[in-house]
């Protein structure tokens, strides 16, 4: 008869009773880092098949800040990229111009870029916008990540378009996803809360996926961890600034007391979905008579943005 299990024993692995490094509390599993780093693998790539992400003959620009979240959904894709006919990667880094942060993360973009043997572009806002993102927040830092939200996804935008993609990847979370959900709901902005969580083509008419978006942040960084790959990288200066650092911790502390918040707050999302569609809920599409880009309105978000920052 086996010893019988005490609370003081570190905890194994359910499927294999080796050492375990990840407790999924919402899977009510342990796992050991073999089986772990095969359930983030599996997982991400059942996404991209049931939510149909990647298609024969895709460029995929995957945004690749050079942080966690980007790094690792640049070696899962090059990962899985065999199994995909006749689809290639190219990594895209957004440099906003943020001194004493972006410089160091965009070499470690490179290093990454050149690790899996992808190739990479580098599209700056100096560039695009004619100023870096410290230049255009002098006297509105508390508006930081509004700002730069808005300019890099146009940024993202333009730089995949410069490299002929057919779609861009972004490495969103499940804690990322989480937060956007419950931010939406706190600006009411009903439009945002329900756009497909599959493929988006909202902004532009490059579909954005988001295969890392049922997988935890926590995961995300142990799966680098565990592969050794995770790297201490400097943090933005202006992340404090945004509503979403306040609803990160709430979240988080949520998530910590009851296990599958976060999941069950996606569910409540896509239950909503069901009901609204997004094109009655966001109106008709229009062209930005300044650029052209699709929008609600006579102007698109970045023509706006950018009027009032020249004002
Ligand atoms: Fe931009 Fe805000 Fe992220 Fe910094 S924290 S990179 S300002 S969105
Ligand atoms: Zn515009």
């Known amino acids: 008869m086996g010893r019988k299990k005490s ?3 570190p905890p194994v692995c359910s499927l294999c009773e080796a050492p375990a490094v990840m407790n999924q509390q919402y899977s009510r599993r342990s796992l050991c880092s073999t089986h772990f780093i095969n359930d983030v693998e599996e997982r991400v790539f059942q996404v991209i098949e049931k939510k149909k992400m990647i298609r024969a003959g895709d460029r995929i620009a995957v945004a690749l800040s050079g942080g966690k979240d980007s790094t690792a959904l640049l070696l899962l894709l090059a990962l899985h990229l065999p199994k995909w006919q006749d ?6 880094t957004v440099d906003e111009g943020i001194h004493g ?8 973009a490179e290093r990454v870029a050149e690790n899996v ?10 560039d695009l916008f004619s100023d870096n993102l410290d230049t255009l927040l ?4 508390e508006q930081a ?4 939200g808005i300019l890099r996804k146009k940024a993202l935008i333009e730089g995949a378009k410069k490299v002929r993609a057919t779609k861009i990847a972004t490495g969103h979370n499940l804690n990322d996803e989480a937060q956007s959900v419950l931010m939406n709901v706190l600006r009411g ?3 945002r809360l329900v756009r497909n969580s599959g493929i988006d083509t909202a902004d532009s008419f490059l579909p954005r996926i988001k295969p890392l978006a049922e997988i935890p942040e926590k995961e995300v960084a142990s799966y680098l961890f565990v592969k050794g790959m995770f790297l201490l990288l400097p943090e933005c200066p202006y992340r404090g600034f945004a509503l979403r650092a306040d609803v990160r911790s709430m979240l988080s502390g949520l998530e910590h007391r009851n296990p599958g918040t976060m999941l069950r707050l996606m569910e409540s999302r896509k239950k909503i979905e069901k009901y609204l569609e997004w094109e009655k809920v966001s109106g008709p599409l229009h062209r930005c008579r300044q650029c052209g880009d ?4 006579d102007l698109c978000q970045v023509c706006r943005l950018l009027l009032s920052l020249a004002r």
């Open 7 to 9: 609370p003081v024993d």
């Open 87 to 92: 689809v290639s990667l190219i990594a895209v």
């Open 101 to 108: 942060y972006r410089d160091e993360t965009i070499r470690a």
């Open 117 to 126: 043997g992808v190739e990479h572009s580098v599209v700056s806002f100096q």
């Open 138 to 141: 002098k006297g509105r830092e």
């Open 145 to 148: 990540c509004t700002v730069c």
């Open 189 to 191: 902005d009903l439009p």
């Open 294 to 297: 699709p929008c609600s309105g």
